[in-house]
């Protein structure tokens, strides 16, 4: 059976082997660099992105404990997609972490803003 692989990096026909996923080494390195330096920029943007949420919530919340409307914490650029870690409670609300600082979406987009006091331990 005639397959006419492409290589993935370069477009040319593979020949030879039917495992052979590239037409060169020199295709396959620069395809998997490539692909890990991807990797490596969506994980230092995450931690970039964990690290500012944390910053704002720091800042808004000093005292501790604070209620607050969530556009304050949007106008600063929170992003609520990343999160450390979340706690629920037993009456099953569920607090979303940045490291020691949390939140609570409330009614009325309003959101409570938490510390944890023995982090990193429970
Ligand atoms: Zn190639």
């Known amino acids: 059976m005639a397959t006419n692989r492409k290589c993935p990096e370069c477009g040319a026909?593979?020949?030879?082997?039917?495992?052979?996923?590239?037409?060169?080494?020199?295709?396959?390195?620069?395809?998997?660099n490539r692909e890990n330096s991807d990797r490596f920029n969506l994980m230092r943007n995450v931690n970039h992105a964990?690290?500012?949420?944390?910053?704002?919530?720091?800042?808004?919340?000093?005292k501790g404990k604070v209620t607050l409307p969530r556009q304050k914490l949007e106008e600063r650029?929170?992003?609520f997609k990343y999160f450390t870690n979340m706690y629920r409670t037993?009456?099953?609300?569920?607090?979303?972490?940045?490291?020691e600082h949390g939140y609570l979406?409330?009614?009325?987009?309003?959101?409570?803003?938490?510390?944890?006091?023995?982090?990193p331990h429970p």
């Not at 964990?50 to 000093?62: A, G, Q, V």
């Not at 037993?90 to 490291?99: E, I, P, T």
């Not at 979406?105 to 944890?116: N, Q, S």
């Open 13 to 32: 026909v593979i020949n030879g082997r039917t495992d052979k996923k590239f037409c060169s080494d020199s295709c396959r390195s620069t395809h998997n």
């Open 50 to 62: 964990l690290r500012k949420n944390r910053r704002i919530l720091e800042e808004l919340n000093p």
């Open 77 to 79: 650029g929170f992003n």
């Open 90 to 99: 037993r009456q099953g609300l569920v607090y979303l972490y940045c490291y």
């Open 105 to 119: 979406p409330l009614e009325k987009d309003y959101i409570l803003l938490v510390r944890w006091r023995d982090w």
